[in-house]
T-cell receptor
Framework: DVKVTQSSRYLVKRTGEKVFLECVQDMDHENMFWYRQDPGLGLRLIYFSYDVKMKEKGDIPEGYSVSREKKERFSLILESASTNQTSMYLC?????????????FGAGTRLSVL | KNQVEQSPQSLIILEGKNCTLQCNYTVSPFSNLRWYKQDTGRGPVSLTIMTFSENTKSNGRYTATLDADTKQSSLHITASQLSDSASYICVVSGDDMRFGAGTRLTVKP
């Protein structure tokens, strides 16, 4: 079974803090994605990566950055957390084909910024 | 603008009953359509994936249909169980991927 592991299920941070969300997949997938999920809005793509050290902006990249130094690991960084970044963050991975293949999701990280 | 609209927003049914969830989309070009199930506090899990040429696909008690001409899909759940309580998300892929906001299904005993 594909496993996508997010480092934290719940996080509470203060405004202005730097926040790291980590995601690891064990299926040697080329593509990895970060989404945020808010009630009534569905999943929105923040960033994705199709290869090591490669990254592409999604629909809502502002306030976020990412890092992919190894194929299995994709990190989402909030440089200076703000209250409007309180959300559920989901990481996903898929095999090559970027948007055409099934994505496998992690369990999510619920981030609260106070 | 590429969009995916799901209805209803929420639904409550009794255990053992059937239900149908709807997904309308305007995504173009079209590559495939997927239905995901998301249990509370978990990430989405794929139920079905359909390409342009497929109009029905089943996964146990879940049956998805696709009408690529009218750009509509439905997810039919037969003989519902309490474990079917979840959000069901329609996702349409083309040049990018668009997610619906989901239908929250509650199955009551």
């Amino acid at each position: 079974d594909v496993k996508v592991t997010q480092s934290s299920r719940y996080l509470v941070k203060r405004t202005g803090e730097k926040v790291f969300l980590e995601c690891v997949q064990d299926m040697d997938h080329e593509n990895m994605f970060w989404y945020r999920q808010d009630p009534g809005l569905g999943l929105r793509l923040i960033y994705f990566s199709y290869d090591v050290k490669m990254k592409e902006k999604g629909d809502i990249p502002e306030g976020y950055s990412v890092s992919r130094e190894k194929k299995e690991r994709f990190s989402l960084i909030l440089e200076s957390a703000s209250t409007n970044q309180t959300s559920m963050y989901l990481c996903a991975s898929s095999s090559s084909g970027t948007f055409k293949n099934i994505q496998y999701f992690g369990a999510g990280t619920r981030l609260s910024v106070l | 603008k590429n969009q995916v609209e799901q209805s209803p927003q929420s639904l409550i049914i009794l255990e053992g009953k059937n239900c149908t969830l709807q997904c309308n989309y305007t995504v173009s070009p079209f590559s495939n359509l997927r239905w995901y199930k998301q249990d509370t506090g978990r990430g989405p899990v794929s139920l079905t994936i359909m390409t342009f040429s497929e109009n029905t696909k089943s996964n146990g008690r879940y049956t998805a249909t696709l009408d690529a001409d009218t750009k509509q899909s439905s997810l039919h759940i037969t003989a519902s169980q309490l474990s079917d309580s979840a959000s069901y998300i329609c996702v349409v892929s083309g040049d990018d991927m668009r997610f619906g906001a989901g239908t929250r299904l509650t199955v009551k005993p």
